[in-house]
């Protein structure tokens, strides 16, 4: 199994991103996925996941309003739409996905079984 991301970057705040993880090896469909962010110095954060057939979906507070997760499981990939960024959103990007049948808790690293390595969003004032 390989998460890969891809659609980090650079961007000034109030921009936009899109994040997008895909498999290799995993039936995305069965799997709940989420969305984790890293930042220095900092222990891993939740920031977004959904469910197997999209819902339900869950949000850290800090991010409400401004990302939406979403999944399409045809084509095995989950997004993460981030807009109106801010200096404090930069950090390293993951997605994770929970074996299939297994219990998760939705903003909680430690109950994912699989992991991407991440991009970098970084966002300047």
């Known amino acids: 199994v390989q998460l890969v991301e891809s659609g980090g970057g650079s961007v000034q705040a109030g921009g936009s991103l899109t994040l997008s993880c895909t498999d290799s090896g995993l039936d995305l469909g069965a799997s709940a996925m989420g969305w984790f962010r890293q930042m220095p110095g900092k222990e891993r954060e939740g920031v977004s996941s959904?469910?197997?057939?999209?819902?339900?979906?869950y949000y850290a507070d800090s991010v409400k309003g401004r990302f939406t997760i979403s999944r399409d499981n045809a084509k095995s990939t989950v997004f993460l739409q981030m807009n109106n960024l801010t200096p404090e959103d930069t950090a390293m990007y993951s997605c994770?996905?929970?074996?299939?049948?297994?219990?998760?808790?939705?903003?909680?690293?430690?109950?994912?079984?699989?992991w991407g390595q991440g991009p970098q969003v970084t966002v300047s004032p």
């Open positions: 959904i469910d197997r057939d999209g819902g339900p979906i």
């Open positions: 994770a996905a929970v074996a299939s049948g297994r219990w998760w808790q939705p903003l909680l690293a430690r109950t994912y079984d699989y």
